[in-house]
């Protein structure tokens, strides 16, 4: 865990020493997550986030959306025909956010997926089969679009590379990237009528492989 001293978490989290320690006085729990080195204590870097109205905000919606989530998956896994369903049974590796740093719009994002996926197939297509299922979606407090995937990688010896690859990619936007969890049920973050009005894909150079 990467920790903090005072005057750094100070200036990551844009908040007065006063304003911090009474936000630890209200919230014991987290407290006791700090650390006393030499004297002096030292806090977790991913508190700052408890400072971040932003953050929080992203975060809420995460939660939400996965509650959501949970709530298509069933309603999709009755429909055994439906693209959902058949997408769920694919084997997937990762989860992206992209959030761009500009105000794109459905036609941007999309090309922009589209391009990512170019450039991975130009790099590694001969190596490994390389999927992708994403959609678009609109900020919810700011103009703008942003775009979910999940991604699925042949070659386990390639995963790394890749990442970085597409982290590289949108190395202007904010990527946010995590282990892909069936479980979780990610994957369905839009509800059923997400995938007609909302601009989606998916492409893949083993899509074949993937009907059989």
């Known amino acids: 865990m990467k920790i903090e001293n005072l005057k750094e ?27 006393i080195k ?4 030292y806090y977790p870097t991913a508190h700052a986030r408890y400072f971040n109205s932003e953050i929080m905000h992203d975060e809420n919606k995460v939660l939400r959306l996965e509650n959501q989530s949970m709530k298509n998956l069933i309603d999709c896994l ?3 025909d439906s693209l959902q369903y058949r997408l769920w049974q694919m084997n997937w590796d990762f989860f992206f956010t ?6 794109r719009n459905k036609k941007s994002c999309f090309r922009q997926m589209h391009g990512v996926y170019e450039n991975l197939i130009s790099k590694y297509g001969v190596e490994t089969g390389i999927k ?16 979910h995937f999940v991604l699925h990688i042949e070659n386990k010896k390639l995963h790394q590379q890749i990442v970085e690859e597409i982290q590289n990619y949108f190395s202007y936007d ?5 282990l892909y969890d069936k479980y ?16 989606w894909d998916i ?4 899509l074949g492989q993937d009907a059989n």
């Open 132 to 147: 992708i299922f994403f959609t678009t979606e609109a900020f919810s407090n700011k103009a703008g679009y942003h775009n």
């Open 38 to 41: 030499n004297g002096k204590r």
């Open 184 to 199: 979780k049920a990610g994957l369905f973050y839009v509800s059923k009528e997400g995938l007609v009005n909302e601009d």
């Open 174 to 178: 904010r990527v946010d990237v995590s």
């Open 98 to 103: 992209v959030a761009y740093k500009t105000d």
């Open 78 to 80: 009755v429909d055994k």
């Open 9 to 35: 978490f100070i200036k990551s989290t844009k908040k007065s020493k006063s304003t911090i320690i009474r936000f630890y006085k209200k919230n014991e729990d987290l407290f006791l997550e700090t650390e």
């Open 203 to 206: 492409i893949g150079n083993n």
